[in-house]
Nanobody, 129 residues
Framework: QLQLVESGGGLVQPGGSLRLSCVVS????????VAWYRQVPGKEREAISC????????YYVESVKDRFTVSRDNAKNSVYLQMTSLKFEDTAVYYC??????????????????????WGKGTLVIVSS
């Protein structure tokens, strides 16, 4: 069982940066791959990034590639999402997500393959001038 708590959201101007954090409690965090999803109210959740348990494999959806960077510090039970060059369309609630069966691959991430068990409550990012 994992508990995930996101933080770091807020209001930022277009072109700005934010760093989201996800602190994970529970046994075995070191063995879990972790994903970041986001959701705009009224729209479907979008899987945007993931990182393997070792941190050696990462994935980014095309819309955030080269702007967002996912990382983790297993000693701190934490996963991070560094977001730069933020755009209006990045406005969303961002969720940290995991599941015992989830495996992060570098070339694809089809959320339909997984029924993720562990979700944080999300942190709101608003990009506005």
């Amino acid at each position: 069982q994992l508990q995930l708590v996101e933080s770091g959201g807020g209001l930022v101007q277009p072109g700005g940066s934010l760093r989201l954090s996800c602190v994970v409690s529970g046994v075995g965090f070191d063995y879990y791959d972790v994903a970041w999803y986001r959701q705009v109210p009224g729209k479907e959740r979008e899987a945007i990034s993931c990182i393997s348990s070792s941190g050696g494999t990462t994935y980014y959806v095309e819309s955030v590639k080269d702007r967002f960077t996912v990382s983790r510090d297993n000693a701190k039970n934490s996963v991070y999402l560094q977001m730069t060059s933020l755009k209006f369309e990045d406005t969303a609630v961002y969720y940290c997500v995991s599941d015992p069966l989830f495996l992060c691959k570098s070339d694809e991430f089809n959320p339909d393959y997984y029924d993720m068990d562990y979700w944080g409550k999300g942190t709101l990012v608003i990009v506005s001038s």
